[in-house]
């Protein structure tokens, strides 16, 4: 009788600790969206360079490529040539996008006739270990700010990756530094999306 519970309870153990698996520092996005606005006026954005907040020298450029890439790919808004948005900052003498006013917002909305500017950070980039197990993780922000007022209309921050329950106990593979960014990066657009 005991060997039969025991049979029993074995699967039942182990379904536990597959479903708990993926149960690794993927965080409930923390996300802003302002209920009074249309969205649909957006027709097109641009992606201002990123404030990189790590130790990694092009986490910033990284995760904007990606930023760019996945809101094309979403058909939501078109997205200005990060070379205009470079272009645009040097000609209002905009040394950094960081404490953008409302006024350059406005005027840089204007020189890339764009409806707003999707503005963030990076503020973590790399390998985390956990144990003995590295594995990567990405944390970022992304706010999205009307030209016509400056105000912010859409803001989230985000964190995916480290080390799963099944790396740290049986050797399974961590997502690559490049999966976990387009990872975070859909994650956090996501509730842009919804």
């Not at 995916?160 to 329950?165: H, P």
């Not at 099944?166 to 399974?172: E, I, L, T, V, W």
């Amino acid at each position: 009788m005991r060997l039969i519970k025991s049979l029993i309870l074995i699967p039942a153990v182990i379904i536990m600790l597959l479903s708990v698996a993926g149960c690794h520092r993927n965080s409930v996005p923390v996300y802003y969206m302002r209920e009074d606005v249309d969205f649909s006026f957006i027709k097109k954005v641009a992606v201002m360079p990123l404030q990189n907040l790590t130790d990694e020298r092009y986490a910033d450029e990284i995760v904007r490529q990606t930023v760019i890439s996945e809101l094309l790919a979403s058909g939501l808004v078109d997205v200005t040539i990060p070379g205009e948005v470079t272009a645009a900052l040097e000609k209002l003498n905009i040394k950094s996008d960081a404490a953008l006013n409302p006024d350059q917002i406005k005027q840089i909305g204007e020189m890339l006739d764009v409806q707003a500017l999707v503005l963030g950070s990076v503020q973590q980039y790399g390998e985390v270990k956990s144990g003995s197990v590295a594995a990567p993780e990405v944390t970022i922000t992304l706010m999205m700010a009307d030209v016509n007022t400056g105000t912010i209309l859409w803001s989230v921050t985000e964190t995916l990756g480290g080390s799963s329950f099944m790396s740290r106990h049986f050797g399974a593979k961590s997502k690559t530094m490049s999966e976990t960014v387009l990872a975070v990066v859909r994650k956090a657009l996501l509730t842009f999306t919804e």
